[in-house]
């Protein structure tokens, strides 16, 4: 099955500099590819998704990238702002059926002010 | 609109005990997820409910896991007997369908002693 390894574990960053958030994944089959982010004491939430037929999308000032060939793909928070401090998931899989989705293990982001 | 929910939001037990979990999704939503996450890591699917029907139950340990969705709409997950190692929090989130958006409620942490 698919495996997704995440990196870094932690990142702190100063308030306005960017933030890069790398992931891994295992099943060339996989074709879509969500990040979530998670604040304390609440659920997940759907941030930007990418497809495996799109390299890049952008949403104001988060970027997600995708290399299919070296099976990694990548966040990038730009300008970055104290409310942005949280955990974030990425995640991938080979169908678009939400019960073969593999998390990683999560990467936790402090920005200072 | 509100957003999934769950309760209780904390529940300490003895190992050995049971415990049950209960989770309401977003009105309209047929797909309804349990995850269990342990602390440093991503969300892992225990159980999927399309309805009240079972989608996916291959991750969900059934000698002392039980969940049930009887009427399409609520779901309850149940622990017996809890072990020290399913200390975590339990994610309910459901979905339009099986490849929609997922939307998460806040969780149940649980903590076995």
């Known amino acids: 099955g698919e495996n997704v390894e995440q990196h870094p574990s932690t990142l702190s960053v100063q308030e306005g500099d960017s933030a890069v958030i790398k992931c891994t994944y295992s099943?060339?089959?996989?074709?879509?590819f969500p990040w979530y982010k998670q604040e304390l004491g609440k659920g997940p939430q759907l941030i930007i998704d990418?497809?495996?037929?799109?390299g890049e999308k952008k949403d104001q000032r988060i970027a997600v990238t995708l290399n299919k060939t070296a099976k990694h793909f990548s966040l990038h928070i730009t300008e970055t702002q104290p409310e942005d401090s949280a955990v974030y998931f990425c995640?991938?899989?080979?169908?678009?059926?939400?019960?073969?989705?593999?998390f990683g293990a999560g990467t936790r982001l402090t920005v200072k002010p | 609109e509100a957003g999934v929910a769950q309760s209780p939001r904390y529940k300490i037990i003895e190992k050995r005990q049971s415990v049950a979990f209960w989770c309401n999704p977003i009105?309209?939503?047929?797909?309804l997820y349990w995850y269990q996450q342990i602390l440093g890591q991503g969300p892992k699917l225990l159980i999927q409910?399309?309805?009240?029907?079972?989608?996916?139950d291959s991750q969900l340990p059934k000698d002392r896991f039980s969940a049930e969705r009887l009427k399409g709409v609520d779901s309850t997950l149940k622990i017996q007997p809890a072990k020290l190692e399913d200390s975590a929090v339990y994610l309910c989130?459901?979905?339009?369908?099986?490849?929609?958006?997922?939307?998460f409620g806040p969780g149940t942490r649980l903590t076995v002693l």
């Open positions: 989130a459901s979905s339009a369908g099986l490849v929609n958006e997922q939307f």
């Open positions: 099943d060339s089959a996989s074709n879509y």
């Open positions: 990418i497809r495996s037929n799109v």
């Open positions: 995640a991938a899989t080979p169908t678009y059926n939400n019960n073969d989705m593999r």
């Open positions: 009105s309209g939503h047929a797909t």
């Open positions: 409910f399309q309805n009240n029907g079972v989608v996916d």
